[in-house]
């Protein structure tokens, strides 16, 4: 099992979050790994992460994008997925590195989207040309979404 540290940075760059993480399939263009909640169980009003739960993560170094497929700790039931609009994630050996652009969407099971953050979106600095990448992405999702292809 080789081990993947996760760096979630904010706009700027500077980290926000890290943690372990274990590699699962790894591409040119991008990984997938294992990790789990290691925080405080954090209530969204849609879902709860619960310290435990198993999140299958997808990082591209070729998209505006990450999508993190969420499952129960316990039971292993799929909570829904999570994708962070992000600038393309640098992928190294043994590190990942993502510029999260808070603009986030929340697919359940059944399909309901819902996006996210969109207040703390508009607030950043970004340049018109980020903002286009970010937007499309999100349509991006979206057409995912509805065609059920999101990884797992």
């Not at 294992?34 to 992460?49: K, P, S």
């Not at 207040?119 to 937007?135: G, N, S, T």
Request: charged residues 30%.
């Amino acid at each position: 099992m080789e081990q993947i540290t996760v760096y979630k940075l904010n706009e700027a760059g500077d980290i926000a979050w890290q943690y372990p993480a274990i590699l699962l399939q790894r591409d040119s263009s991008w990984v997938r790994l294992e990790a789990f909640f290691n925080r405080d169980d954090l209530d969204l009003g849609f879902t709860t992460f619960n310290r435990g739960d198993r999140f299958v993560e997808t990082f591209y170094s070729d998209r505006w994008y990450n999508v993190f497929a969420v499952h129960d700790g316990v039971n292993g039931d799929l909570k829904g997925w999570y994708c962070n609009i992000c600038r393309p994630a640098r992928l190294g050996d043994s590190t990942v590195r993502c510029e999260d652009l808070a603009l986030d969407l929340w697919v359940a099971p059944e399909g309901q989207v819902r996006v996210l953050d969109e207040d703390e979106f508009e607030a950043l600095a970004l340049d018109a040309r980020e903002r286009r990448h970010c937007l499309t992405a999100l349509q991006e999702l979206r057409g995912i979404a509805k065609l059920g292809q999101l990884p797992r």
